[in-house]
């Protein structure tokens, strides 16, 4: 049997996307595809490491050891074409606290911070949290319904407290792997206007056949002095829960200033397992994650096969990340809140409502499809009933 036709049992413990289940969706009795982990086993090379390491029966401090941030290095290069060095990198227990201190540390309070929503909600509540303002320049659909930077929109918006730009890379909910030349033209933009950017980068090893995920920083080092890249093997390997990852800076006066806040906040150096996980994941993990991509875009295609049986849900799928963006604004229910209630009611699914990104997310439900493929058999056969019953 393949690894992906296994199915774990992950109800029982503490994994969010099950334990909050009657929370979120007022039941237990839904398939939860919602927050963005897998349901499928971490591989084998990253828990024998883990295993291997809590065989030593002391777990004091350690730091991030340099052969972790060096395994990184090799990955970013036999991967992504990056050339990266270990001092370039910080330790993060967590992409989102990431965010947080380069908003700290490249905004004061009232500057204006781009968001381009639909997007990730804590890219927007990091922002509020901070006392800085949300500059949203929304995503556009263009004639064929492919997402775009607004980049005109964002010109217009642009004012001198515009500082820093957070860039999803791959896009979490749309599932866009940015091309090159989009990337280009809103790096010209930030650089014109002196602003800053974080590219949030944790998805970009899952990209589908026939895309290619550009890191900001390759677009040339006058982008690479001001940009800022969080990286790390939670997504990819699924390690969420070892909370390991890093925050990439080339400019030593940018690397300085994070540094400032970074040493404030204590982010300290993570945990012995997330060490030991985070170098095997990228050392020994490239087979594991070719395998996995096709595993994926198995389940992807399912899914859209079944999208084009109904003209109720428009799917165009992912170019990157396992996150299915459905447009079900055809089904005819008024409120996001009568959609969200058939998904859980009638499909017995718990997705992400599209409206949690931002309201030009109404009437789009996000499905997480990074399961094994008897979950994935019976996710489509919930779906494909209660789209027959609408
Ligand atoms: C784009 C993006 N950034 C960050 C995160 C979360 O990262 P972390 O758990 O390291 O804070 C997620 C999780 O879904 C994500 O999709």
């Not at 199915?7 to 979120?24: D, F």
């Not at 929109?153 to 999803?168: A, H, M, N, R, Y």
């Not at 540094?259 to 994941?281: L, N, P, R, S």
């Amino acid at each position: 049997m393949s690894i992906f036709d296994r199915v774990t049992e992950r109800s029982g413990g503490n994994a969010e996307k099950y334990a909050l289940r009657q929370k979120l969706f007022g039941t237990e009795d839904v398939l939860p595809m919602w927050v963005a982990d897998m349901d499928i086993e971490t591989p084998l090379c990253v828990r024998t490491a883990v295993m291997k390491r809590a065989e030593h029966p002391v777990y004091g401090y350690e730091e991030m050891p340099r052969s972790a941030f060096e395994a990184q290095c090799a990955w970013m290069a036999a991967r992504h074409g990056v050339t990266m060095a270990p001092e370039e990198l910080f330790f993060s227990h967590s992409v989102v606290a990431s965010i947080s201190a380069a908003i700290a540390a490249f905004t004061e309070p009232g500057d204006e911070v781009v968001v381009q929503p639909p997007i990730y909600p804590p890219f927007v509540s990091t922002v509020r949290h901070s006392g800085r303002r949300v500059l949203s320049n929304p995503l556009r659909q263009d004639e064929e319904g492919i997402y775009r930077f607004d980049l005109e929109g964002l010109e217009k918006q642009i004012t001198p407290k515009t500082k820093l730009l957070l860039l999803c890379s791959p896009h979490n909910p749309v599932g866009r792997v940015w091309e090159r030349a989009e990337l280009e033209a809103l790096a010209a933009i930030c650089l014109r206007h002196g602003i800053t950017v974080f590219a949030d980068e944790i998805h970009s090893d899952l990209i589908f056949a026939g895309h290619k995920h550009t890191p900001f920083v390759a677009l040339g080092d006058a982008v690479r002095a001001m940009t800022m890249t969080a990286l790390g093997p939670g997504k990819t390997f699924n390690v969420a829960g070892l909370a390991v990852s890093t925050v990439a800076i080339t400019d030593t006066a940018m690397r300085t200033r994070f540094k400032a806040v970074y040493d404030t906040i204590h982010f300290a150096q993570g945990t012995v397992f997330g060490h030991a996980g985070f170098e095997a994941a990228y050392r020994e993990g490239a087979a594991w994650l070719e395998a996995l991509l096709v595993h994926l875009q198995g389940n992807v295609d399912r899914l859209a096969d079944l999208a084009g049986r109904f003209d109720t849900i428009a799917f165009r799928p992912p170019e990157g990340t396992y996150l299915a963006w459905l447009d079900c604004r055809q089904m005819g229910f008024d409120s996001d809140k009568a959609l969200r209630e058939f998904f859980i009611r009638e499909a017995r699914l718990g997705l992400s409502p599209g409206i949690s990104f931002g309201r030009e997310g109404s009437g789009f439900m996000r499905l997480n499809f990074a399961v094994p493929t008897p979950t994935m058999d019976e996710a489509l056969n919930r779906l494909e009933g209660a789209l027959q019953r609408l």
